[in-house]
Structures are given as C-alpha cells and as structure tokens.
C-alpha cells in the first residue's frame, strides 16, 4: 500500500526564521507526483507547492522550496523568511500516475510573533 | 472560475437519518473527489470520478455511502443511516485531467457533518 508519513504533528518556530517539514512516502512507482497543501484554520485547503518525481531539480515558489531525494523517498518541505500568515496545518501529498491523491496526517505549525 | 462550491456548509442531524451534500466542480474539470476529514487528520479518499464515471471507491466507505455524478457535472455524496462516528469534515475537490498529472486538487469549503 502506498502510504505517507509526516513524522511532525505540531511545530513553532519563530517569525522570519527558517522552519523544515519532513515528509517520507512508500511506494514501487517510479513516476509518481508530490505536493504540499496548507490548510490555515477553519479555511479551505490550497496548493502550496509540487513536484514531478522525474525531475532532480527541486521546486521553489517564493519563500517555500522542497527537498526532493528520490531514493529515500523523502520530500521535505523549507519555509523561509516564515509570516503569522504561514500558520496552518499543511500536508504532504502523493500521487501516483493516473490515480488519486493520499495525503499524510499532517504537521500543524504555529509561527511566533 | 467560481472555484469548488459545497452545500451545505454545515449539517448538524440524528442518528439513523439521511444526509446528502452537494459538490459544483469548476466547470472545466472533469475529474472530481470525496474527501472525508476529522479533526486534526489528513484527509481521506472516499471515491472519485471522471466525468460521470466513478472510478475507484474506497474500501473504507460502508454500502451506506453512496456517490453520484449524474451528468459529469455537479456530485452528490449520501449518507443513509447515519452514525455518530460519520461526523467529520466532507471535503469535494476537483481537477482537470490533463496529460500531465501534477495538476493539483482544488478544494472546496467542505461540508461539516455533525451527528447527534
């Protein structure tokens, strides 16, 4: 079965330092995709990065970049310069080719003014 | 593009009652999904469909549960019988299907179902 694992339920960090969520998955698929979701409270879910497995280089959008090893099967997910509005629950996704989205549990992060 | 659009946003019934949610899509995209989420977990597939088709439904929805998508459109998600462990957060999320897959899912607002 094809699973994620956010090993992270519940972060803070303080505002504008840097914060890594970590995110494994388990899957034989060798063409598969990944994102992170972010979930603020009581607010709809919404796309905050993602990534093709065919490609080394690892997305950047803005201050939020990832860190992509295939082999490990490791996708962490890098918050820099972070914003009071950066609180939220966020979630790792996989996608195999063709088939629905899994989602992780989830790591709840409070930035600290 | 309205975005994904759930009615209603909260429902609150008894036990042993019917419940059914409404899901609009956006217009364009063909591919729509259930979600299922309680507090403080991910989000868990229920089933999904790709037009009209129901594609694949999850081992975890009980024959009290039943989807629909009638004309590729609009998506309507049933619960018979109703039981205080259904209370959770629906979520409706859809997508277009494209050649390339990392089209991400665009959700909806959810339908908050509480069972008394």
């Known amino acids: 079965a094809q699973t994620v694992t956010q090993s992270q339920p519940e972060m803070s960090v303080q505002e504008a330092e840097t914060v890594t969520l970590s995110c494994t998955y388990d899957?034989?698929?060798?063409?598969?995709?990944l994102f992170w979701y972010k979930q603020p409270p009581s607010r709809q879910m919404i796309l905050v990065i993602r990534?093709?497995?065919?490609?080394?280089q690892n997305a950047t959008e803005n201050r939020f970049s990832v860190n992509f090893q295939k082999a490990a099967k490791s996708f962490s997910l890098k918050i820099s310069d972070s914003q009071l509005g950066d609180t939220a629950m966020y979630f790792c996704?996989?996608?195999?080719?063709?088939?629905?989205?899994?989602f992780g549990k989830g790591t709840r992060l409070h930035i600290l003014p | 593009d309205t975005g994904v659009s759930q009615d209603p946003r909260h429902k609150i019934t008894k036990r042993g009652q019917n419940v059914t949610f409404r899901c609009d899509p956006i217009?364009?995209?063909?591919?729509l999904y259930w979600y299922r989420q309680t507090l403080g977990q991910g989000p868990e597939f229920l089933t999904y469909?790709?037009?009209?088709?129901?594609?694949?439904k999850s081992r975890l929805l009980s024959d009290r549960f039943s989807a629909e998508r009638p004309k590729g459109s609009f998506s309507t998600l049933e619960i018979q019988r109703t039981e205080q462990g259904d209370s959770a957060m629906y979520l409706c999320?859809?997508?277009?299907?494209?050649?390339?897959?990392?089209?991400?899912?665009?959700f909806g607002n959810g339908t908050r179902l509480t069972v008394t």
């Open positions: 999320a859809s997508s277009p299907r494209t050649g390339n897959d990392n089209s991400p899912l665009h």
């Open positions: 899957t034989s698929e060798n063409n598969y995709y």
């Open positions: 990534q093709e497995a065919y490609k080394q």
């Open positions: 996704a996989f996608r195999p080719r063709d088939d629905k989205i899994i």
């Open positions: 217009s364009e995209h063909n591919r």
């Open positions: 469909f790709q037009n009209e088709a129901q594609l694949e």
